[in-house]
């Protein structure tokens, strides 16, 4: 299967294994809340021409093109698939690919995934050959925001992740780090970074070089209609977040309203950050966000996302539709 795949400069600013139970805790899933893999769940999942005039997008092996940057910072590709089950596949293989590179340089896996339909997406690591060979037991799984709420309601991301992924697979479960749900928001967030500063001391997370902040492998984000990614919604305040690694929100314009969040500082220090859009219903977003919008507008929050190493942008072809 070919899919488009179309390579830009940045064109926007960017703004050990072993853990103690007590850095467990902090992340709000004290050892006894983490044995949601039971011996028996565990062993069942094992188991263009010229785009800047033309805009044209050809259905190539490889296409590429640049746009002006204000900052050479990361690397933006965009791939487009005809289907969404050929974009879960390309995902699959892309996040093997990096827990295979990290899983080596490293001894760890730090993997930020969203809610949403991202974790369908992920569906084709859960069979051969992924399944087999991924060394899912380096895997430390974190979240880069949270509805507050308790984690076997159907709102949560953690539930989410846990019904269609995470009871599927051999992650080891003090490697995965959801929030204290007896928490009001601020507080969870609070206990979030605090957990997250445990683990950079640690050296399970790697530290940026350049910003100071945490250095997650991959991240896997969504976008909303909106434009919104993570719990960051287009004109509201915590867009502009300098200082936090791990903030709250008590006013979400998408229900439920009480969230926690990670900060831009945190989203844009990561060495790699896929971005997965699927549906035609968010076309005229990505047209904004990777077409030419109005020099005056505002950028989404989409647009703000410019990790220190590769962005890549997974659309299925509704998705890419008015590109």
């Known amino acids: 299967m070919a899919a488009l795949s179309l390579s830009f400069s940045p064109t926007f600013l960017r703004s050990s294994s072993t853990i103690s139970s007590s850095v467990r805790s902090l992340c709000g899933l004290p050892l006894s809340k983490l044995s949601f893999l039971s011996a028996d769940r565990s062993l069942a999942g094992l188991g263009l021409g010229k785009a800047e005039t033309s805009r044209r997008f050809q259905l ?67 069979e051969p050959p992924y399944i087999d060979s991924i060394e899912w037991s380096k895997w430390h799984v974190f979240w880069v925001d949270e509805r507050v709420v308790p984690k076997d309601h159907d709102d949560s991301n953690y539930k989410l992740a846990f019904d269609l992924f995470l009871s599927q697979v051999p992650i080891l479960p003090g490697n995965v780090y959801a929030i204290n749900d007896a928490l009001s928001a601020e507080g969870a967030a609070d206990d979030y970074e605090t957990c997250l500063k445990h683990l950079v001391n640690s050296g399970v997370i790697a530290k940026s ?20 990614v993570a719990s960051l919604f287009p004109g509201h305040p ?33 060495a790699n950050i896929a971005l997965v859009v699927c549906g035609g219903g968010k076309a005229d977003v990505v047209q904004r966000a990777l077409g030419n919008s109005g020099k005056n507008e505002e950028p989404l929050p989409c647009q703000l996302v410019s990790p220190e190493g590769e962005l890549k942008w997974f659309l299925d072809k509704s998705a890419a539709s008015k590109l």
């Open 60 to 126: 190539r092996r490889t296409k590429a093109f640049s746009t002006a940057g204000m900052a050479a910072t990361a690397e933006k590709k965009v791939e487009v698939f005809d289907t969404e089950e050929d974009l879960a596949v390309s995902l699959a293989k892309y996040t093997a690919d990096l827990s295979d590179k990290f899983g080596k340089e490293r001894g760890s896996f730090t993997v930020v995934v969203s809610g949403g339909s991202l974790i369908k997406s992920l569906r084709k690591l859960l």
């Open 238 to 270: 915590l867009c502009k977040e300098s200082k936090k690694w791990v903030t709250h929100i008590l006013d979400s314009p998408k229900p439920p309203p009480e969230r926690i969040t990670f900060t831009f500082p945190v989203i844009n220090s990561s």
């Open 209 to 228: 070089e350049a910003s100071g902040f945490p250095k997650f492998d991959l991240q896997l984000l969504g976008m909303g209609p909106d434009g919104h």
